[in-house]
């Protein structure tokens, strides 16, 4: 069983995929945007994150997973800068720009589009637990 956070404002996004990671026997914990996401990754200290990008504002996602993977050593994240993300986010849907996981650019493990299959949500994090 791992612990997982799922940082996002849509909340049928966050109770379809709580569901089906319950289902599996993970504990899931919840934030709305960002800040409250990175107050829950200090005080739950998560074993992934599946992170949405369009919350508050439109690059919020992107925004925290920089502040999480900051090679600063005195960074208040560097403790939870390995914790792998997941962002799931219907960002591609409202912008020509495509995004995908870079190690400079957007470093995350998996970046996915809303709306994702159950199956493959389960799979996707099976896999990142593994790793």
Known sequence: MAKILIIDDDPDIVTSARLCLEARRH???????????????????????????????????????????????????????????????SIHSTTPL???????????EEFVDKPIDPDDLIEKVEALLQK
């Open 27 to 89: 504990e899931v914990i919840e934030a709305q945007n960002g800040t409250e996401g990175l107050e829950k990754i200090q005080a739950e200290n998560p074993d992934l994150i599946i992170l949405d990008v369009m919350m508050d504002t439109t690059t919020e996602g992107f925004q925290l997973t920089l502040q999480l993977r900051n090679p600063d050593p005195s960074s208040a994240y560097k403790a939870y800068s390995k914790i792998p993300i997941l962002m799931l986010t």
């Open 98 to 108: 495509r995004f995908g996981p870079t190690e400079d650019y957007l470093p995350v």
